[in-house]
């Protein structure tokens, strides 16, 4: 009755975990949430006054399907700026509802059914969903604590097949916290010019911006044989509003247009005009630094707490606000670890097995909380670890 | 390159209309709009200050994925309201960002490779889209002007066969305006009782509300084995904002969550706030009211001058804000005519090839416009009309 490519989908178990949290809430108990990928900042004032203009104005119907040119040009000129490129010409900027329906449309419209997509494991808990839908094939690679979970090179260029048909990669990425490095980029976009099979590049780019060492590159500075995605979720606080894009080669704008306009018509309005605040107005800048100030502290308090209660981390990550810490100390099955820290400590994390069998063992922390919640989060779970 | 489930989607000429129009638009033209399906009223008063207080109160962050508890639970209410049902339970209504992802979700779940879904020619442009998508056979029906386009019952069970797993509905319909008769929707729903694969009825019911001679009815008063689509768009003018749902089986529920997760993560936390007022705030009813009543003018008027002008109108529609108007006349290519109309009078107007084979032949005239713009896009035909 249910499709296999419905019912073969793994359920989010981050969302269960959030879900059941939100029960015990409802039944009256305080739960600290680590579990969410989600920042806890408000929206920045400009772009809220941006949206609620919008409002006032009757900026209240569809636009045009692939986004308002005034949202495009910001987008191009924000990564032209960002990453001292040429900026990618407004058309090839296609605006969408969040950035998982940008990965849905573009999967569908490049990966057909048995082809390959190479990615991390663990990864994105989401990505191989979106592979596996489509009757594609997710083609995971592990990767390790010892060397901070970046790609390794040999095991990429021994994964493509004559099916390969693009490699997926994250910096910084979800779960890990990992940001590539150049160098390591540029071999991966190598690797994917002289394959036979010429896979795109999808880099998945949601958490630049949230770098506290070195910086984070986008795969427009190596190769044009890439699609970028990347939304306004994270760095803007923006989650709610549900607005991402990608950024795709000319000949890809209008199968992927077909698309959008059939299954999304067009992206919120309202969201659109927001978003272009978040990229033009000079408040932002100064809300969003001081954002990513206080991850910056956030993250040293955290890996020292979780250090201290005993979670293994090899290599301290730099970006996004994560960390991907090893458990295995108290338990090799995460999702019965979670499920116990939250019914019995009340605090909500993520299993590591939410993002790829190599995750086992491991539990995500987010940062993505104030100090305070974080303190009363690692000191309800030292109690826990202590009495079990 | 491209896949051919996306390669092989038709374009949706009226979007290619209005992108024309546009671009003759910013070259300094003026361009009268009947080709679109969108209210070109400004979205009520009280549900713009309720999306605009939740910003203020940064209600802006993912919601549960199946929607906010208020909202599902308002829905339950409006139905059980409007139809004298028994109230649908909230945990079976799903939120999405407007009502085609819900088709896309419901149509994923249930549609497999080679299933059939029975829909009528002429339909919504997308329908069937989402059904070759997935691989599966939109199954069409013809329907003909000189009964007002009703779905024929004889036609439907003809097409009926093993792999049969829906019959899709739509009433008020796009394009034709038609209501379905509660006989017939009862017809309908013991059809798809009896026959041996059992095939659910998606009801889109999006155009609920805008009915101006009898009342539009809710599958769920005649059957449990059914989905209804529904959103915000039409009836309350939030086209923008990206608000839709969709009611299932209680079984249902959990598959479609997890490709909601997956895909979606949640719909707009403000789009909800603000479709919470649309469904409560007392000034709404009346605001829809007056809405109801420019349409009600607007049709009449549009009927009267598309007959005097020549175009054949055999019933006349009485739901949504369309009238399918046969050109038969004046040219068998409706696509050739609409781009005439659009290059020569300066008049938008869908081709009736867009919503299937059999709608070949008809214009598509949305009266979502003013008395003043329709008047003088007629008059611009007319023109038009005399000089070709």
Known sequence: ???????????????????????????????????????????????????????????T???????????????????????????????????????????????????????????????????????????AVPRTIPVFEDDGFQYRLDDIRAALTART??????????PTGTLLSPERMAEIAQVAATAPSRPWIFSDEIYHGLVYQGRARSILEFTDHCLVFNGFS????????????VIVPRDLVRPMQTMLQNFFISASSLAQAAAY????????????????????????????????????????PTGAFYVFANAGRFSGDSNRLARDILEEAKVGVAPGVDFGPHGEGYLRFSYANSLENIGEGLRRIREYLARR
């Open 234 to 245: 994270k760095l803007f606080a923006m989650t709610g509003w549900r607005l991402g894009y």
């Open 61 to 135: 119907h569809y636009t045009h399907s692939l986004g308002t040119s005034q949202l495009r040009e910001a987008i191009s000129e924000h990564y032209a700026r960002a990453y001292h490129i040429d900026p990618p010409h407004p058309d090839r900027v296609l605006i969408t509802s969040g950035s998982s329906p940008a990965f849905l449309v573009a999967m569908s419209t490049l990966l057909g059914s048995g082809d390959e997509l190479i990615l991390s494991d663990p990864h994105y808990a989401c990505h191989p969903n979106f592979v596996s839908y489509l009757g």
């Open 1 to 59: 009755m249910i499709c296999d490519r419905v019912g073969g989908m793994k359920p989010f178990l981050a969302m269960d975990i959030l879900e059941r949290a939100q029960e015990l809430e409802r039944a009256g108990e305080h739960v600290i949430h680590l579990e969410l990928g989600e920042p806890d900042f408000d929206t920045p004032q400009a772009i809220k006054e941006a949206g609620i203009a919008a409002i006032r104005q009757g900026d």
């Open 277 to 316: 605040a978040a990229l033009t107005d000079p408040t932002v800048r100064a809300d969003v630094a001081a954002m990513v100030r206080h991850y910056r502290e956030r993250r040293l308090f955290m890996l020292a707490g979780l250090r201290e209660l005993g979670f293994g981390i090899a290599v301290e």
């Open 165 to 174: 048909r693009a490699i997926l990669i994250n910096s910084p990425a979800n």
